[in-house]
């Protein structure tokens, strides 16, 4: 079984599990989805993935985060950040065996349909949070975006470490290039391409906590005016 394979198949058992926990049917959550149920089958034995949009929109109606579909179904949970990093701290553990470093070659990766492919650059699911690096590999869309936006919970912020990235955030296009770096309300609908024939690749952190702080404040500045 090729890499990319294996990674989706934790992906999509991941994904049963999620949706088992939920007690949500195959069809239930291909409806809302909008894809067919044969598809979502395929993909949580292993054998289909997603676009980044379905698997954010799946994430969405699981009540899970994206970081998490990257994680060994097989393998026990581990205990929290918090105790390792303490482990960590008092000399019980490495760095590496309490998740404070994680290593190039050990980084959890998915393929996207037809888009980039995610590296997380944790070694566990964050609460909250996601930080990954993407690489956006030339010739898949062309001088095209693709044709569906994105839109989720969280603020997002990135950066271009090599390439440019064609960005649509709302009605508003641009280019970025190394050293170009982008922060955004993600409920806003965006898409991130790559057109030219070279790879792009981009660091990114989403911080759902950042959304909620920001709707907290607004919240409070209208009660103020009000």
């Given at each position: 079984?090729?890499?990319?394979?294996?990674e989706?198949?934790?992906?999509?058992?991941?994904?049963?599990?999620?949706?088992?926990?939920?007690?949500?049917?195959?069809?239930?959550?291909?409806?809302?989805?909008?894809?067919?149920?044969?598809?979502?089958?395929?993909?949580?034995?292993?054998?289909?993935?997603?676009?980044?949009?379905?698997?954010?929109?799946?994430?969405?109606?699981?009540?899970?985060?994206?970081?998490?579909?990257?994680?060994?179904?097989?393998?026990?949970?581990?205990?929290?950040n918090?105790?390792?990093?303490?482990?960590?701290a008092?000399?019980?553990?490495?760095?590496?065996?309490?998740?404070?470093?994680?290593?190039?070659?050990?980084?959890?990766?998915?393929?996207?349909?037809?888009?980039?492919?995610?590296?997380?650059?944790?070694?566990?699911?964050?609460?909250?949070?996601?930080?990954?690096?993407?690489?956006?590999?030339?010739?898949?869309?062309?001088?095209?975006?693709?044709?569906?936006?994105?839109?989720?919970?969280?603020?997002?912020?990135?950066?271009?470490?090599e390439?440019?990235?064609?960005?649509?955030?709302?009605?508003?296009?641009?280019?970025?290039?190394?050293?170009?770096?982008?922060?955004?309300?993600?409920?806003?609908?965006?898409?991130?391409?790559?057109?030219?024939?070279?790879?792009?690749?981009?660091?990114?952190?989403?911080?759902?906590?950042?959304?909620?702080?920001?709707?907290?404040?607004?919240?409070?500045?209208?009660?103020?005016v009000?």
């Open positions: 079984m090729s890499e990319e394979l294996q989706w198949r934790k992906c999509g058992e991941n994904i049963r599990i999620a949706r088992e926990g939920v007690e949500m049917s195959v069809r239930e959550l291909a409806r809302r989805v909008g894809v067919s149920a044969s598809h979502i089958s395929q993909v949580e034995r292993g054998l289909a993935s997603f676009s980044v949009p379905a698997l954010y929109n799946v994430a969405s109606e699981l009540g899970i985060s994206m970081d998490s579909l990257f994680e060994d179904p097989s393998q026990p949970k581990s205990q929290s918090a105790e390792d990093e303490q482990k960590a008092d000399g019980q553990l490495s760095l590496d065996d309490a998740g404070i470093v994680l290593r190039k070659d050990r980084r959890p990766s998915l393929d996207l349909t037809k888009g980039p492919t995610w590296e997380r650059l944790t070694s566990r699911p964050e609460n909250g949070s996601e930080f990954i690096e993407v690489i956006y590999e030339p010739g898949i869309d062309g001088a095209n975006p693709p044709s569906d936006l994105v839109q989720h919970t969280g603020r997002e912020y990135g950066i271009i470490i390439g440019e990235l064609s960005v649509q955030v709302g009605m508003g296009f641009t280019l970025l290039k190394p050293g170009d770096s982008i922060s955004f309300d993600c409920s806003i609908p965006h898409r991130f391409w790559n057109a030219t024939s070279a790879p792009v690749r981009a660091i990114w952190f989403i911080s759902e906590l950042a959304a909620s702080e920001a709707s907290h404040r607004q919240g409070s500045e209208y009660l103020h009000y």
